[in-house]
Nanobody, 119 residues
Framework: QVQLVESGGGLVQLGESLRLSCAAS????????MSWYRQAPGKQREFVAS??????NYANSVKGRFTVARDNAKNTVDLQMNSLKPEDTAVYYC??????????????WGQGIQVTVSS
């Protein structure tokens, strides 16, 4: 069973930084796309950032402030969040496109981690 564990969330003030991490474990053969999403109260889950190989993609709202990076040897993906704003407050989820050693391929989600930015 593939499992994802997120860490690094918390409460920060306007303009501060946080680094989220997502670690995957289990029968993993390959992780293609690694992504971060977020969901604010009363809103739909939205895309934040993704990385495929070394190619990155960002939502316009975080471009220039957030950086996504992956470590293929450790099966981890990090999200460095700088210049945080109150509108970044949300539960953040990692999402991995995983091919397992048994031949299955699918999307896996982390449990979500709270990020709160106060003004």
């Amino acid at each position: 069973q593939v499992q994802l564990v997120e860490s690094g969330g918390g409460l920060v003030q306007l303009g501060e930084s946080l680094r989220l991490s997502c670690a995957a474990s289990g029968p993993i053969r390959l992780i293609a796309k690694m992504s971060w999403y977020r969901q604010a109260p009363g809103k739909q889950r939205e895309f934040v950032a993704s990385i495929v190989s070394s190619m990155t993609n960002y939502a316009n709202s975080v471009k220039g402030r957030f950086t996504v990076a992956r470590d293929n040897a450790k099966n981890t993906v990090d999200l460095q969040m700088n210049s945080l704003k109150p509108e970044d407050t949300a539960v953040y989820y990692c999402n991995l496109d995983v091919a397992t050693t048994s031949g299955y391929r699918g999307d896996y989600w982390g449990q979500g981690i709270q990020v709160t930015v106060s003004s």
